[in-house]
């Protein structure tokens, strides 16, 4: 009898074969077996079998999908390619919005070396993006619309982003946070970022440090210059407790550090849950004379100040600069 072709197995018409041998009892011959299996044997391999080759056709138009996706960048340097045998590369993407917000253009580099933005998934990551306005000295970049930015760029930013350190910067108050407010709307769900510095653009920008200090990954967060809301300070408690924390720095803001944050520090450092050079720097918004009133024992005073500069226990140390109501924390080891 003729073998059941792939065809056929995967749409399940084999199993309807007949042999006209034997009185036309009904029997499949199997590749790679020896002699006629019962029919319903070979039925339950055949369905077996035909769930397989179906999760194959489904995952070979994925890829094909993929694939087709890739080749929207085939007018330009984008490229998939998937090779074997190359070690990982953390790779660092400078963004670069012109005046009027209309398009992007795009720097990789890897152990400061320009690289082409050529690019496989399977071993290249993006550990670093820095989002700024155009200027003289981008050197040589890679221009896209915004349009296509989106559309194209942004899904592979997303899928190649880990353990990212993101920087946005506000060089010009003028032009349109156009790009920054793509990226803080299009990678808010994301849980790939570790170190965040970012000034406020708005209230995708906010969304997006919400977002990134409850999902308890991100491990250093600076907010620069103004404009923040208020109500983010109720996430610097859990932020400050959580696992990962190392820096929260909200100096020069309109934020504030309640006594209770500043305590949590105290407790975590002297317990041994921070790490090395651990710190919070911003205003408080209680009298900073306070602060004596925290693991007063291993605090140390210096003449002409209202509180200690220093708190010492075992190999263990908290520094402390200020200046009116505003302070420095780090942790020393």
Not at 55 to 75: G, P, Q
Not at 167 to 179: A, F, Q, S
Not at 231 to 260: G, Q, R, W
Not at 285 to 313: M, N, Q
């Amino acid at each position: 009898m003729p073998a059941c072709s792939a065809r056929e197995l995967s749409q399940g018409s084999c199993a309807g074969r007949r042999s006209s041998a034997a009185g036309g009892c009904s029997a499949v011959k199997l590749a790679g077996h020896r002699g006629t299996l019962p029919s319903r044997v070979c039925t339950r391999r055949i369905s077996a079998i035909s769930m397989r080759m179906s999760r194959s056709i489904k995952v070979m138009e994925a890829m094909d999908n993929s694939m087709e996706t890739m080749a929207l960048f085939a007018d330009g340097p984008w490229s998939f390619v998937a090779t074997s045998g190359r070690k990982y590369r953390d790779l660092k993407m400078l963004l670069f919005q012109n005046e009027e917000g209309a398009a992007v253009s795009i720097r990789v580099s890897h152990r400061f070396n320009k690289v082409p933005l050529v690019f496989d998934f399977r071993f290249d990551r993006i550990t670093y993006i820095d989002i700024m306005m155009e200027h003289d000295a981008m050197g040589d970049v890679t221009t896209y619309s915004m349009e296509r930015f989106r559309t194209n760029v942004i899904p592979m930013l997303r899928n190649m982003a880990c353990n990212c350190f993101i920087i946005c910067k506000r060089l010009n108050d003028k032009m349109p946070d156009v790009l920054a407010n793509t990226i803080f709307e299009e990678f808010k769900d994301l849980h790939c970022f570790k170190r965040i510095d970012i000034a406020s653009t708005g209230e995708k920008s906010h969304q997006f440090m919400k977002n990134q200090l409850q999902y308890g990954n991100v491990q250093d967060a600076n907010f620069c210059g103004r404009n923040w809301p208020r109500t983010l300070e109720e996430h610097f408690l859990p932020f400050v407790k959580s696992p990962m924390f190392h820096i929260l720095d909200v100096a020069f803001t309109d934020l504030h550090l309640d006594f209770d944050v500043v305590s949590a520090f105290f407790d975590r450092f002297f317990k041994g849950q921070l790490r090395r050079h651990a710190s919070l720097h911003g205003t408080v918004s209680f009298p900073i004379e306070d602060l004596s009133k925290l693991y007063s024992k291993f605090a140390v005073f210096e003449e002409g100040y209202p509180h200690p500069t220093s708190w010492r226990c075992e190999n263990r140390k908290i520094i402390i600069g200020s200046c009116g109501q505003s302070i420095i924390l780090s942790g020393w080891i």
